[in-house]
């Protein structure tokens, strides 16, 4: 054998013995230190447990324990646990042994991005009013996890002033961290609404980020709070669709009477995501009174206009019977979604027993023989 | 002749180094990107989608023949997963059990005047039926057509913008639809296909629907095979995948943007590597267009298939496989060494091409030739032999370095599981490794067509308690 052969075989068997090895042993310490983190979390938990229960802070906690992740962990997990005054507890517990002051170095750092992250989050969750400073100097972080983590320390702070920078860093930031920023100020409930109003208006004036304008019109939808109407409602009568849908979306938890006559006029608009999420939007908020303008929708050319207004008409007072009289319709797309829609909210398989059991009234046969002739 | 033999002897090796390295080039990527996945997964709130309604929508679309063993338990089962917003679209094809009489009973299907959308032709639909029960769930019954004609219909019945290719015979890992849709939500306007972590369930036990403990199977067999998920899964695709050049998404777990699926003309009827050849027409389709996309792969959305626990089936299902690379071969020759469809025509493809679809002919010689150079006296027989174990010890390196890779899903966390994983990439090239190369050579010469509806026998994977 000659020697570049001998060497590479010595070279590759090594390789893979000593892999083999390395394998071995990461498997083994990986399981120790799973284990041994394991035990340090459960003793945490008791002492921490054991102290909440008694109202009772350690004279001279353990330096330790404000160094120690594990420590953070099961501090950040009771916090989330707790509530009141026992929620209260685990705040000054956090204060006396100098938890916060360490989460904020660790931060600070600039090396170990993963320590960093954990400390923020832990941070996240620990944090009071005296750290809303730092959480919006993390609001300019390079790293978007550190963002990301920090809107949502500020939002959990309730901190009204970071709101419109947050919807700013949002127009700069790519959709997923733009989306879990919604998440975190549609969190902060009532008190968001006001803030985000004024910035839609902001934006829309100075004709800016029209993605995150159509956001903070959903993040007003999922608060559901019925003083945002007048800002979505103005967005439901812009010339960009894609407010118009955020909008009429967003008026389905928020609108009033108000936002009847709008939703009206949507039904007609040309993008039919628009029509379609109006439809839904009304079935929802007003009365009988709307079910001719949804009744028309019937006869859309799209099919999720279609099947929207008659999933409207079945919620609505008297809508069942538009969708009856929708079966005697020329248009077989009409009578398709009316006939879908009564199957599926259980109005045909009622009437079908009726018939069986014969005690049918003549609008069960007729449904039933209408039914019969499609399905 | 003996510089023929001698010539040929050293490209073997010259073949099998080179495959070798760019394993390794790909494993060491894959760790890069896994350590990022991980940091993600740790703290880029992924868990704060399952309570968004920004969250994008999914249709779950899944094929179906004679699969009454386990379907209303895979069902339930894919109805559990975490997600705000999805559908399940089962597409029964034409199964001649009792497959659709199950599906009536447990989920009180009615039948429905659904005016189903025929973006993509198929065979003929017999009906539409939908729950009645809170579970988003629509059956359509359809005439037999194959697999890939199944989940062509249940695209077209799909309401939702994405749609998740699966098979009914998987178990989809609670998280896996959050984490694989996470990648679409970061970038929604370039990502129209997101592939999952297929892993072999065979040895696991699952309990009402759920993987309650993973261990490494029981035979040989189905050893190799987590070996080669492993190398395949864990220290090869989230390289492509970070080079935006994904030769495949995985027909066990694959998210696909519906309106790209529908424009390509869907899955293609009787191909054997279906998914595959949708994957390669999405990239020459989107390249062709000069869309600016990307198709990416998600370690962390796992999912768990049963493989074949013999020999005899795994024959099958290699010769199958195989022909399905042959045909994509054929098919998709214009993007080899293409610098117009970007990294996969000049990177991934040419990759498979030579080192996947190739490997067998230049092993299967190797193992003719180099014998007879020894009794030629070209090669010296210890010479041969130092090659050979060169080969087999950088081949374990790799392999090893996936089982490393692994460790990042903490899985198998007895070290004595390890242990048997490791001994299995050392006996893996005293015959495991040569009789499939032997079945993927049968497959090149031809032979009578396997099924197109798999060919695994129906065990029902939902109730799999080893």
Redesign the interface.
């Known amino acids: 054998?000659?020697w570049t052969?001998?060497i590479?075989?010595v070279v590759?068997?090594a390789?893979?013995l000593t892999?083999?090895l390395?394998?071995?042993v990461?498997?083994?310490v990986?399981?120790e230190v799973?284990r041994w983190r394991g035990v340090r979390t459960a003793h945490y938990i008791a002492a921490v447990g054991e102290m909440v229960s008694r109202r009772l802070l350690p004279a001279s906690p353990p330096r330790s324990w404000a160094h120690d992740t594990y420590f953070h962990d099961v501090l950040s997990d009771y916090r989330l646990l707790l509530t009141g005054a026992d929620r209260e507890f685990i705040d000054r517990l956090a204060t006396e042994t100098g938890v916060h002051a360490v989460l904020v170095a660790r931060c600070d750092a600039r090396w170990l991005?993963?320590r960093r992250?954990?400390a923020?989050?832990s941070l996240v969750d620990l944090a009071d009013e005296r750290h809303v400073g730092d959480l919006r100097r993390y609001l300019g972080d390079s790293n978007?996890?550190v963002r990301?983590?920090a809107v949502?320390g500020l939002a959990r702070l309730g901190d009204k002033v970071s709101i419109e920078p947050i919807l700013d860093l949002a127009a700069q930031s790519?959709?997923?961290e733009a989306?879990?920023m919604?998440?975190?100020l549609a969190e902060m409930g009532s008190v968001a609404v006001e803030p985000i109003c004024h910035w839609i208006a902001a934006a829309v004036a100075r004709d800016e980020a029209p993605g995150v304008v159509a956001?903070a019109a959903?993040i007003l939808?999922?608060i559901g709070d019925p003083e945002a109407e007048a800002t979505l409602i103005s967005l439901l009568e812009s010339d960009r669709p894609d407010w118009r849908l955020a909008a009429s979306s967003a008026l389905e938890h928020t609108g009033g009477d108000a936002a009847v006559a709008p939703l009206l006029t949507a039904l007609d608009d040309p993008a039919w995501s628009v029509r379609a999420r109006a439809a839904v939007a009304l079935g929802a908020l007003a009365d009988s009174s709307v079910g001719p303008s949804l009744a028309l929708l019937l006869t859309d050319r799209v099919?999720w206009v279609r099947q929207n207004a008659a999933e409207a008409l079945v919620g609505l007072p008297g809508g069942t019977d538009i969708l009856l009289d929708t079966l005697d319709s020329p248009d077989r797309?009409a009578?398709?979604a009316a006939?879908?829609q009564l199957?599926?909210s259980?109005l045909?398989?009622e009437a079908s027993e009726r018939v069986a059991h014969g005690s049918a009234t003549a609008r069960d046969q007729r449904l039933v023989e209408k039914?019969a002739g499609?399905? | 002749m003996n510089t023929f033999l001698t010539g040929f002897s050293w490209l073997v090796l010259g073949y099998f180094l080179a495959l070798q390295v760019i394993l390794l080039l790909l494993a060491i990527v894959s760790g890069i990107v896994l350590y990022r996945d991980r940091?993600?997964e740790?703290?880029?709130?992924v868990e704060?989608?399952l309570?968004?309604?920004?969250a994008p929508p999914v249709s779950i679309v899944v094929p179906a023949y004679n699969e009454a063993a386990g379907i209303v338990e895979a069902i339930r089962s894919m109805g559990m997963v975490s997600y705000p917003r999805f559908e399940i679209v089962v597409a029964n094809d034409g199964s001649t059990d009792a497959t659709l009489s199950l599906l009536i009973e447990a989920f009180e299907l009615?039948?429905?005047?659904?005016?189903l959308?025929a973006n993509i032709p198929t065979a003929p639909i017999r009906q539409v039926y939908?729950s009645?029960l809170p579970i988003r769930l629509t059956v359509v019954d359809k005439e037999n057509g194959g697999r890939a004609d199944a989940l062509n219909a249940a695209i077209n019945a799909a309401r939702y913008p994405y749609v998740l290719a699966t098979d009914a015979d998987v178990i989809i890992d609670g998280s896996a639809l959050v984490h694989a849709m996470?990648l679409v939500?970061?970038?929604?306007?370039r990502t129209v296909g997101v592939g999952g972590n297929v892993r072999p369930i065979n040895g696991c036990r699952v309990r009402h629907g759920h993987l309650v403990d993973a261990s490494v199977p029981a035979t040989m067999v189905e050893r190799y095979q987590l070996l080669e998920y492993l190398r395949s899964f864990i220290a090869s695709r989230p390289a492509w995948s970070s080079m935006n050049c994904l030769p495949l998404l995985s027909g066990a777990f694959g998210v696909f943007r519906r309106d790209v699926v529908v424009d390509v003309g869907g899955y293609t009827s009787g191909h054997f590597g279906e998914d595959m050849d949708l994957t390669m027409r999405v990239h020459r389709y989107l390249r062709a267009r000069k869309v600016d996309y990307r198709m990416v792969y998600s370690p962390s959305a796992i999912v768990w298939t049963e493989v074949p626990p013999t020999r005899a089936v795994l024959r099958r299902q290699r010769i199958r496989w195989h022909r399905g690379l042959m045909t994509a071969v054929r098919d998709f020759r214009s993007s080899f060494f293409n610098p117009r469809h970007g990294p996969v025509g000049m990177i991934s493809w040419p990759v498979m091409v030579v080192f996947e679809y190739l490997a067998p002919i230049v092993e299967f010689l190797g193992y003719i030739v180099v014998p007879v150079a020894m009794l030629a006296g070209a090669v010296?027989p210890?010479?041969a032999i130092?090659?050979y174990?060169?080969a087999v010890?950088?081949g374990?390196?790799n392999s090893?370095?996936a089982?490393?890779l692994d460790?990042r899903f903490?899985y198998f966390?007895?070290?004595r599981e390890?242990?048997k994983l490791?001994a299995v990439?050392f006996v893996e090239n005293l015959g495991l490794r040569q009789m499939t190369v032997w079945w993927r050579i049968r497959a090149m010469m031809g032979g009578k067509a396997t099924q197109v509806w798999g060919d695994m026998e129906r065990r029902g994977v939902t109730q799999m308690a080893s």
Do not use: C
């Open positions: 054998m000659d052969l001998t590479g075989l590759s068997a390789a893979a892999m083999a390395a394998v071995t990461i498997k083994v990986h399981g799973m991005q993963a992250l954990r923020l989050s978007r996890h990301i983590n949502r790519r959709s997923w989306a879990r919604a998440d975190a956001l959903r939808g999922l099919w797309f009578v398709d006939l879908n199957t599926l259980g045909l398989g039914a499609r399905v | 940091m993600v740790r703290f880029a709130r704060d989608m309570a968004s309604d920004l009615v039948p429905v005047p659904y005016p959308r939908k009645r996470r939500a970061e970038d929604r306007d010296s210890i010479n130092g090659l174990l060169i010890f950088a374990a390196f090893l370095i089982i490393l460790e903490g966390n007895n070290p390890t242990l490791m990439v």
